[in-house]
């Protein structure tokens, strides 16, 4: 006999309280690398809402309020597709594990919808039926929904450094500072100006040797860090690591940003859900899902650093 269970009002909170503890447990870390803002609709202008400001001068005695409006040009977020993982419970022991907090049933769910977190707002695709990842969609690496007429355009290509058959070296990421340097016009002490990154494991290596070339003294925690693919912060950038950075043949196509110049939409916060499928013989069914995009409000904002691997 196949199994059965009638999912009540207590299965249904049991399972969303659970889902949000596991997704405290297992926090998006690239969406606080962004400015985050709630959005409604089906687009929003996130230009006016972010765009850096310069002060204004009046007499003490003016009668005229300042009106310090954004001059940028409408940069948009469209209403995106949902990220979404869902399974059926067809056993006992898996109707167990969903109701449990500590178990790997639910956390695998969070996991997956956490992985479309990182690509939406990264702007790649995994390429079907391959273990790679291209730039695709919007977010900081994809494209840039600009105007009136709501139309994209993708990452410049003088914001790229190329490879010139090396990895990433302590001149190149200089360089790559410098750039981010003379386009910032905020103060030193504005945090939303820190620099972010996403590194492969082979970029993961090299900057441990940059380190050790420039005899940075690096603490145990640091070191245990960045060997352990762990988020960290170094030479004033917070790096993270993955290897689903996208790359082209053996070349790593690693992104640099300003914090303050990308933008995560979220429609609707990943929650969880537990039903009981009627065109599936009522069988209980698990599922996570919410809706976000992103987007860089200036192309000025990222940086492309190429990074040849093997060598």
């Avoid at 391959?130 to 709501?150: A, F, L, P, Q, Y």
């Avoid at 914001?159 to 750039?179: A, F, Q, S």
């Avoid at 905020?186 to 970029?203: H, K, R, W, Y």
């Avoid at 996208?246 to 070349?251: A, F, R």
Wanted: proline share 4%; with cysteine; charged share 25%.
């Amino acid at each position: 006999m196949s199994f059965r269970q009638d999912v009540e009002g207590s299965h249904r909170t049991t399972f969303a309280n659970t889902v949000v503890q596991v997704m405290n447990q297992n926090p998006g870390r690239i969406r606080a690398m962004t400015q985050v803002v709630n959005c409604e609709g089906d687009s929003r202008n996130v230009a006016d809402l972010l765009d850096d400001k310069e002060p204004s001068e009046a007499e003490d005695y003016s009668m005229t309020n300042p009106n310090n409006r954004s001059k940028l040009d409408p940069v948009w977020l469209l209403r995106p597709k949902v990220i979404e993982s869902g399974e059926y419970i067809y056993k006992e022991d898996k109707w167990d594990m969903a109701m449990d907090p500590t178990s790997n049933f639910t956390a695998s769910h969070v996991r997956a919808v956490r992985k479309g977190e990182f690509d939406r707002i990264l702007g790649i695709r995994k390429v079907q039926g391959e273990n790679r990842w291209v730039v695709n969609g919007n977010g900081i690496m994809g494209r840039r929904i600009t105007g009136k007429g709501k139309t994209g355009a993708a990452l410049p290509a003088g914001n790229t450094i190329p490879h010139d058959g090396e990895g990433m070296t302590l001149t190149r990421l200089n360089t790559l500072v410098l750039n981010f340097g003379l386009e910032d016009i905020g103060l030193e002490e504005d945090m939303t100006n820190q620099i972010c990154a996403v590194l492969s494991p082979f970029q993961r290596r090299d900057l441990l040797q940059i380190a050790i070339q420039t005899e940075t003294q690096l603490n145990a925690y640091q070191v245990d860090q960045i060997k352990n693919a762990r988020p960290t912060s170094l030479f004033g950038i917070d790096w993270m690591f993955s290897n689903r950075v996208p790359k082209e043949g053996t070349v790593r196509k690693c992104p640099f940003w300003r914090k303050a110049g990308i933008v995560t939409g979220i429609w609707e916060e990943f929650y969880g859900d537990l039903w009981n499928d009627t065109s599936a013989k009522r069988r209980p069914y698990t599922y996570v899902g919410g809706a976000l995009d992103a987007t860089r409000i200036e192309d000025k904002d990222v940086q492309i650093m190429e990074c040849e691997e093997g060598v």
